[in-house]
Every structure is written in C-alpha cells, then in structure tokens.
C-alpha cells in the first residue's frame, strides 16, 4: 500500500533562518506531488505541484520554493523565512495521467516562525 | 473560472442525528469528479467520499453519503448517525479529468453535540 511521510511534524524558526521540508511517498511510481499551506481555521492554499523530477510549478509567489530531486521526494525551501511563511504545511500525492485520482495527504508540519 | 463554494462556515448537530453539508460548485466542464475531505482536530486530511460527475448514482461510504445534482452543480454531504468523532472540518473539493489539480472549498467545521 502506498504511504506518505512529511517530516518534522513541528518546527520553530527564527525570522530569516532558511527552511527545508520534507516529503516522501512510498509504494507508488511517478506520482504527482504537491505543496499546500493552511492557516489557522482556514482552507488549503496550493504551493507548488509537481508531475515529475525537476518539474515544478509554483502556484503562487512567494517566498518559498520547491524541489523534486528524485521520483517520490519534494522539498519545499525557504532562504529566509518571514514571519508571513508561518502555517500548517500539507504534502499530497496522487497517481499520475490517471483523471480524477483524489490526493492523499501526509500528517503535516506546523510551522511557527518567532 | 473553476470554484467551490461551502456557504456554511460552522455547523452543529445533536450526537445521532443525521447533518447535511451543502456545497457547489462552478464549471463549465462535463467530465469532472467531487471530493469530500475530512479535517479533524489533528488536521490530518481524509478522503470520505468521492463522485465522478459521469455517474447518477450517488456516492455512499457507511454513514456518509452525498447528494450528487449535475445540473444544479450541487455536490452535499449527509452524515447519518452523527458521532463525536466526526467533528472536525470538511471541504469540498473538485477535479477536471484532465487537471492536475484539486480546487478546494473553504471548508465546513461540523461541531457535534453530545
């Protein structure tokens, strides 16, 4: 069965100290993968999406960033974070050039940002 | 331009009873599918129920069920038998075949009264 893992499930950063998230999935080929933020009580805001290595498409601009340096990995990146850049992050994968799949989500990563 | 529309910020039910959560949707595509997610206090995201919009028969998983009309681009959710455990946050969510993305609502936080 396939299995998404998101990892820290918490972290606090100073304002301007660089961020790296991680997230993997397991048990799949060639996923679709994506970025999404929430804030506190709010809906979900899409990040980033990806369809494959190196493929990366920013949703909206910001001061954050993406990477897939490898089939089932994403990373999402920061140089310096601001105090805005503090949310809940979801990560999410679903099967690729199959319409209509659902996405499934890892546990998340709170972020707060002092 | 597609969007999803939760008209019900916060809801509340009496353990037992049964609650329907509406949702709509705008869209000028005929090959599309319908999610609900399900967001409970540990904010990780579920998938309850899902409706290709091909289908009149409506979606049914145990106590969750929805209310499927096309043409009215209508898309609820009924909780039967409400329990505690099914408070949380629930958004409704939309997929063109074709699209790699998932359009989410702004969510629905069901409260259950014991």
């Known amino acids: 069965s396939q299995t998404i893992h998101q990892w820290p499930a918490t972290l606090v950063q100073p304002v301007g100290s660089p961020l790296s998230l991680e997230c993997t999935v397991e048990?799949?080929?060639?996923?679709?993968l994506y970025w999404y933020r929430q804030a506190a009580g709010r809906g979900l805001q899409l990040l980033f999406y990806s369809v494959g290595i190196g493929q990366i498409s920013s949703e909206v601009p910001q001061n954050l960033s993406a990477s897939r340096p490898q089939d089932r990995q994403f990373i999402l990146s920061s140089k310096k974070l601001l105090l805005s850049d503090s949310g809940f992050y979801l990560c999410?994968?679903?099967?690729?050039?199959?319409?209509?799949?659902?996405?499934?989500f890892g546990d998340g990563t709170r972020l707060s940002i002092l | 331009a597609q969007t999803v529309t939760q008209s019900q910020p916060e809801m509340s039910v009496q353990e037992a009873e049964t609650v329907t959560l509406s949702c709509t949707y705008d869209t000028s595509e005929s090959d599309y599918y319908l999610f609900w997610y399900k967001q409970p206090p540990s904010r990780q995201m579920i998938l309850v129920i899902r409706q290709e919009a091909y289908k009149q028969q409506n979606a049914t998983e145990n106590r969750f069920s929805v209310n499927f009309q096309k043409a009215a681009k209508s898309f609820s959710l009924k909780i039967s038998d409400s329990q505690l455990g099914d408070a949380a946050m629930y958004f409704c969510a939309y997929r063109i075949y074709r699209d790699d993305k998932i359009i989410f609502g702004k969510g629905t936080r069901l409260h259950i009264l014991p």
């Open positions: 999410a994968w679903s099967v690729r050039d199959r319409g209509g799949q659902p996405q499934h």
């Open positions: 048990g799949t080929s060639n996923p679709n």
